[in-house]
């Protein structure tokens, strides 16, 4: 079945350490997407990318970076510079296109806590 | 894009009804309403968008009115299953940067039996 994969769903960080939270898509979509959620709060955009090699800051991108050296690859290492780091994190995919825009597809999210 | 006001939360009854509202008062021609739901510890789901006549799929319908300025998001027949944060989200269309949705704190939405 094709769909958006997001793992692991639970990890910890140390303080000082680097994580990178794996987000794997066989939908063939073009765009690819990183949002954070906090506690009763809505989704705020970290990172995209409209294509392979290419992507662009959202409005939370300080202490986070991204790479898109495959399609279906969106991977996201949240660093020792955020300070902040616990919350829910989500992964979405979309094609480009008129008939296809709208739709955001997301993976199940993976909660990261600070130890 | 323009902002979206919804109620913080409502309660439907299993089996009636739910009507979801959402005010856009300052929506531009150009911009369509969508809604996603979030049911708890998931990722948003999409349910539906339009521009300006009222849509219909499998999932929902959303009325919007003539003016644009409010929609209603309608579950018919609410299950327990349909209890989630509700989104409506207002964005233009092409306008560049990938689909940049904007999602606010939403409709938490709880089906009783």
């Known amino acids: 079945d094709g769909g958006i994969t997001q793992s692991p769903k639970y990890l910890f960080r140390k303080e000082g350490q680097n994580v990178t939270l794996s987000c794997e898509q066989n939908l063939n979509h073009d765009a690819m997407y990183w949002y954070r959620q906090d506690p009763g709060q809505g989704l705020r955009l970290i990172y995209y990318?409209?294509?392979?090699?290419?992507?662009q800051k959202g409005d939370i991108a300080e202490g986070y970076s991204v790479s898109r050296e495959k399609k279906e690859s969106f991977p996201l290492t949240v660093t020792s510079a955020q300070k902040n780091p616990t919350a829910f994190y989500l992964c979405?995919?979309?094609?480009?296109?008129?008939?296809?825009?709208?739709?955001?597809?997301f993976g199940s999210g993976t909660q990261l806590s600070v130890l | 894009d323009a902002k979206t006001t919804q109620p913080t939360s409502m309660d439907c009854a299993e089996g009636r009804a739910a009507n979801l509202p959402c005010n856009h008062s300052t929506i531009s021609g150009n911009e369509y309403v969508y809604w996603y739901r979030q049911i708890h510890s998931q990722g948003p789901q999409y349910i539906i968008h339009g521009l300006k006549n009222n849509e219909t799929n499998e999932m929902a319908s959303l009325i919007i009115t003539e003016d644009r300025k409010s929609s209603t998001l309608i579950l018919p027949h609410a299950t327990l299953r349909d209890t989630a944060v509700y989104y409506c989200?207002?964005?233009?269309?092409?306008?560049?940067?990938?689909?940049?949705?904007?999602f606010g704190t939403g409709t938490q939405l709880k089906v009783e039996l």
């Open positions: 989200i207002v964005r233009g269309a092409f306008t560049g940067g990938g689909n940049k949705l904007t």
């Open positions: 990318s409209q294509i392979v090699n290419d992507f």
């Open positions: 979405a995919s979309s094609m480009e296109g008129a008939a296809n825009w709208e739709k955001l597809f």
